[in-house]
């Protein structure tokens, strides 16, 4: 029952902005790590930015200092802000969460969302 919906992607020129949206939904106790992972056609997954439930913040070398993570609790979202984007940040970007569901033994598992295409121009 637990769903993740992103939102936000588009196409940008570079050194453009964008803001990624992802909200957890469904039946659940908790939230803890949300992450971003992005993927290009033809390469693999790769993590972008990851937040702990108490807001520790980690990102990959390569978007440290132009990215931003953030979450909010209340409302169980978390978001990506990419400025100065590069036309090398085109990928499709996928929401990741740690979530326990309501109808599982409490143990906290990942759920993806479906991504959201970003594509940078250059």
């Known amino acids: 029952q637990v769903q993740l919906a992103e939102s936000g992607g588009g196409l940008v020129h570079a050194g453009g902005s964008l803001r990624l949206s992802c909200a957890v939904s469904?039946?659940?106790?908790?939230?803890?790590?949300m992450r971003w992972y992005s993927q290009a056609p033809g390469k693999e997954r790769e993590l972008v930015a990851a937040?702990?439930?108490?807001?520790?913040?980690n990102y990959a070398d390569s978007v440290r200092g132009r990215f931003i993570i953030s979450r909010d609790n209340a409302k169980n979202t978390v978001s990506l802000q990419m400025n100065s984007l590069k036309p090398e940040d085109t990928a499709v970007y996928y929401c990741?969460?740690?979530?326990?569901?309501?109808?599982?033994?409490?143990?906290?598992?990942?759920?993806w969302g479906q991504g959201t295409q970003v594509t940078v121009s250059s």
């Open positions: 937040i702990t439930s108490d807001s520790s913040t």
């Open positions: 469904g039946s659940f106790f908790g939230v803890k790590t």
């Open positions: 990741n969460a740690d979530v326990a569901p309501r109808t599982g033994w409490g143990y906290y598992a990942a759920y």
